[in-house]
């Protein structure tokens, strides 16, 4: 094990946010998860929006919705939850200009404070509260009682009291029953976007393509090839999510067991961690973002076409008319 700190409720104090305002920069889905749960735990929280207050959804959960300039000058934390490629224009135009000494800026990925998409004044603490799940599965947790494990970090501590208002935030929306982990925002930012992109969503999509279209350019049943190679996977993955790798290999068949160590190999070839090595790079070096952010500045051209493709793909044709018969009356 290495020497990461991870913390619990006894090391942090809810207290540090009482008489504090919480102003939470967009409603997504990590916004309205967070924004709830912080509220249920007792916290001032008001949302900040770019469109018009009047008409939002959150008012339908009990919360005052303002605009963002108007959020950030009522409040004393401001955690924002926007997509990364819009920090950078709503930071300079609605957030800067109302920034006060004392206020803290709040994120939950490190993106736009690594790639310096925001360049935050001394004045302020700059923080990082960030769980690690789905938006869905943070709030389920919650209201069961428990919470998602998550990470905090500190890039600047004005107040000298950062930690403790990250670890409070953490704390109510119940990342430290499950565990926080201290760490960096350069941390946190280069290995979530190397996940991303090389296990978690690339390499995972394009793993389940290939297998798809191999057994059915092979003639076999696209229903069957959607069920060996996508449909099972998430039975796999939880398996291997409960108890790791070979609690996993302790439930299979060991023809499946036997497989894996024979041929998992030769399809996930040393050139593989070669690529992904260079993935990293690009994600260290900053070419990843700067592709990224051009590609938002001309409206997404690459983005929209590729994910337009993809929805022709055969895998996601048949998945959509599998999972329909399957749907529960």
Known sequence: MSDVIVLHDDDADLAVLDGKTVAVIGFGSQGTAQALCMHDSGVHVIIGTARDPENHRAKEDGLEVYSVAEAVQKADIIHILLPDEHHGWVFEEHIKPNLQDN????????????????????????????????????????????????????????????????????????????????????????????????VLCGGTVDLIKYGFETLTEAGYPPEMAYFEVLHELKLIVDLIYQGGIQQMNAVISNTAEWGEYQTGPSIITPEVKENMKKALTAIEDGSFAEKWIAEFKQDCPNLLATREKLAEHPVEIVGKQIRSMFERK
Request: net charge negative.
């Open 103 to 198: 206020h803290v800026l709040s994120f939950s990925h490190g993106f736009s404070i690594v790639y310096k998409q925001i360049v935050p004044p001394e004045n302020v603490d700059v923080i990082m509260v960030a769980p690690k799940s789905p938006a869905t599965e943070e709030r389920k947790a919650y209201l069961e009682g428990f919470g998602v494990p998550g990470l905090v970090a500190i890039e600047q501590n004005f107040s000298g009291n950062a930690e403790g208002i990250a670890l409070a935030m953490a704390k109510s929306m119940g990342f430290t029953r499950a565990g926080v982990l201290k760490c960096t925002f350069t941390q946190e930012t280069y290995e979530d976007l190397f996940g991303e992109q090389t």
